[in-house]
């Protein structure tokens, strides 16, 4: 059993201390830059690697460069020349590039996940057979069900559910907070992670993960990218993509009429090169690795996403919902004073709380019974005759015990007062006073009830993470509303809500409650985030567009989210719905970008291409090119460099500013629409000046 001297400990490690601003801390978050060496020269490998038609048919847009390749191949075998060499391989570089861009995109993930299996490898495991005895398995042989003890120096072998005994636990493998973390049976810290090493004590562990299946695995696979998903919108856009590739093949073909017309019939080199420069391969070579860079983005700030939907929808969140309790709050709540009702004195009070909670595995309940313990000794002989306990569920808010034809119980104000009159009894008219004080104070009050007469109020203190209120002044600047869900009541939610500086708060909260006002906000056409580490939680994370659950929070919780915060800071969504705003913007910023480019390529080789044929083109052809061929050539290279590039752009992100969408929407479509209109004529002009130079063409 936990006594007080560990809650210190415990405090620093659930403190979510990464929402102060100092310096990051990495558990297996690799510490390589983006464009780290290392990770360049595999990508390098991995872009060869991927010119397997299997993997390019999957992007329309740089399937058709592939495609075109092969053909200005077979052409330059068939008809050498300089120039179709050099076309085509500049096509086959596009599409390396291509490659590259999302090759290193991958490299911190794969890193990564070379890191965790290390971490996996060769742990054994003491488990417990039905009779008792102890026999000592590998790791990889547990099973859902099987239970586990764990003593101080133990790693951890699997995911599960602590069943017995309370430790402390060092997680820094997976979260890099190096301050250990109390892990104890009951209650919403009961989850404990395979890899982690316990540090102190014992505790008793059922497993809650297939083999193959834990959390480590999961952060392999996604850290990996492996089980990567297209997002919707990378869906549309992909079609809207291919869409624009399709209109631009017979928009290429119809040049050939025009020019046999005038009796100079265009290669089928220079009809490729032109469909290649036109087709928004920009955006298509680097659309998956903004999304994946995205995804990376979260693992550095210690943010396991699960979907790369949530992530986006993460940059359009519109309202925050967080539980109170363990996440704006430290979540250990203690008793700290038993405050009696008139008529019944403290020991009779704290006696009886005493003996309603010695079963109770709730951190609330067992700091009741140590408060009790130390003011009035260990009550449990008591419980020698037969007895019943009833514990405690997020929708009775109560909980107690059946001895010796009492009926105990201890709870939520309004809860046991409805108990307490089903029974025939009536609160005593200094209850509410001592109630509402209590709450006034941001503390929880619990009422304790001896059959129909209610004897008084335990108090729980729970303490405000630190810095939150700053935090949540940042959310509302970028237009989010946060509200608080809590199962305590309106008054302490109240209190604490004051105190934390949230914008709304809904008290006495049921899990189904909880759903609900999601819902709500959703049929308002909203995107609700959801905070939470609880069971009583899940269903809530479940719903929500973007459910983060905390890593100190239950099983249950995390995997009815669809992110886990390894830090468990309340205000991580603002990195997150950061990060989800960055990506959007990025992908709109370049796929402006992209458009606009082809339109000015466009209007930069026509001129040159058919200058000498029709005279009357003369007049566009405001840029001079040394020759059509040189042309040609000169925006095929400029089209694969652009992409190379942009590689930087698209995997850190156009900076963000906490501004409003229409004036983010401006900036993107002056510089990003402007800049890719000009651009593509100063760079083409410049190759074909240096072509000319090199006496190229
Ligand atoms: N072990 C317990 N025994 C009896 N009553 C309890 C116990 N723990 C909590 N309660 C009461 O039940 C209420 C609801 O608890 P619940 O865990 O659903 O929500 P919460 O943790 O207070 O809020 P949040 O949803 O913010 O985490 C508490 O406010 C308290 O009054
Ligand atoms: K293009
Ligand atoms: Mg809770």
């Known amino acids: 059993m936990p006594d007080l001297e560990v809650t210190d400990v415990d405090r620093a490690g659930a403190s979510g201390s990464s929402a102060e601003p100092g310096g990051p801390r990495r558990g297996v978050v690799s510490r390589r830059g983006l464009l780290d060496p290392q990770i360049m020269r595999v990508a390098a490998v991995e872009a060869v690697r991927k010119l397997d038609p299997r993997v390019q048919v999957k992007n329309p847009v740089m399937f058709v460069v592939l495609i075109g390749s092969v053909i200005t191949l077979v ?38 996940a070379d890191t965790l299996r290390r971490m996996r490898t060769e742990t054994h495991a003491r488990r417990l057979r039905s009779e008792g005895r102890e026999e ?39 979260t890099g907070e190096s301050a250990p973390v109390i892990r104890e049976s009951g209650g919403d810290r009961s989850a404990v992670t395979g890899g982690t090493r316990v540090l102190s004590d014992q505790i008793i562990v ?69 469909l290649v420069c036109l087709i928004p391969t920009t955006i298509g070579a680097l659309l998956s690795a903004i999304g994946i860079a995205g995804m990376d983005r979260l693992v550095q700030r210690n943010v396991l996403a699960m979907s790369g939907r949530a992530v986006e929808a993460a940059g359009d969140v519109q309202t925050l919902l967080l539980d109170k309790t363990g996440t704006i709050t430290m979540g250990n709540r203690m008793a700290s004073e038993f405050h009696p009702v008139s008529g019944c004195d403290e020991q009779e009070l704290a006696n009886a709380a005493q003996l309603s909670s010695l079963a109770d595995e709730t951190p609330e309940g067992r700091s009741i019974v140590v408060l009790a313990k130390q003011r009035y000794g260990l009550r449990g002989g008591d419980l020698e005759r037969e007895h019943e306990f009833i514990p405690f ?99 302490t939610a109240a209190a604490i809500a004051q105190e934390a500086g949230v914008d709304d708060y809904l008290a006495e909260a049921t899990p189904e409650a909880k759903l609900a006002l999601i819902k709500a906000e959703q049929e308002g056409g909203k995107l609700v985030a959801m905070t939470g580490d609880g069971t009583n939680d899940a269903p809530a994370l479940a719903q929500a567009d973007v459910g983060v659950a905390m890593n100190t929070g239950t099983t249950a ?25 960055q990506l959007l913007i990025t992908r709109g910023a370049l796929t402006t970008f992209s458009v606009a480019n082809d339109v000015a390529k466009y209007f930069a080789i026509i001129p040159a291409l058919f200058a000498g044929t029709y005279s009357q083109l003369d007049a566009l052809d405001i840029m001079h ?42 900036r993107n479509v002056l510089i990003y629409g402007v800049g890719g209109l000009i651009v593509p004529f100063v760079f083409i002009k410049l190759i074909d000046l240096i072509l000319t130079a090199l006496g190229a063409f």
């Open 75 to 112: 052409e330059a075998i068939a008809d050498p020349s300089a120039f179709s060499w050099a076309v085509t391989v500049w096509l086959v570089l596009t599409v390396l590039f291509a490659n590259f861009a999302e090759a290193v995109a991958e490299g911190r993930g794969k890193a990564q």
């Open 136 to 174: 000592r398995v590998a790791a990889s042989e547990l099973s859902l069900g099987d239970v586990v003890v764990c003593e101080a120096g133990d790693v951890i072998p699997s995911d599960g559910e602590v069943i017995e005994g309370a430790a402390s636990v060092d997680e820094s493998a997976i």
């Open 206 to 274: 059922r497993i809650t993960a297939e083999p193959g299946k834990t959390f480590v695995d999961r952060m392999i696979n996604l850290v990996e990218g492996a089980k990567r998903r297209k997002t919707p919108n990378e869906v549309a856009l992909t079609i809207l993509l291919a869409a624009l590739t399709i209109i631009f093949v017979p928009a290429v073909v119809t040049l050939q009429p025009f020019s046999m017309f005038a009796g100079d019939r265009v290669s089928v080199i220079v009809l490729i090169a032109l």
């Open 393 to 491: 569920s997020a929708t009775t808010r109560m909980s107690g015990v059946d001895t010796d034809g009492r009926q105990i119980r201890k709870g939520a104000a309004d809860a046991v007062k409805r108990w307490v009159s089903e029974l025939g009894g009536s609160s005593p008219a200094d209850l509410d006073p001592i109630v509402e004080r209590v709450a006034r104070a941001g503390a929880t009050p619990l009422v304790v009830a001896d059959g129909s007469r209610v004897l008084g109020v335990i108090e729980l203190k729970d303490v405000v993470k630190p810095g939150i209120v700053e935090r949540f002044a940042e959310l509302r600047a970028i237009g989010i509303r946060t509200v608080m869900v809590t199962g305590d009541n309106p008054l």
């Open 557 to 581: 919780a995390k995997e009815a989210g669809n992110m886990v915060d390894l830090d468990s800071s309340p205000t991580k969504l603002i990195d997150i719905v950061e990060i989800g705003k």
């Open 625 to 666: 090119l040394h020759s059509p061929q040189s042309a040609v050539l000169s925006a095929v290279i400029f089209n694969a460099l652009v992409i190379v590039a942009l590689i930087p752009l698209a995997l850190r992100g156009v900076r963000f500013r906490p501004t409003s969408a229409t004036a983010v929407l401006r």
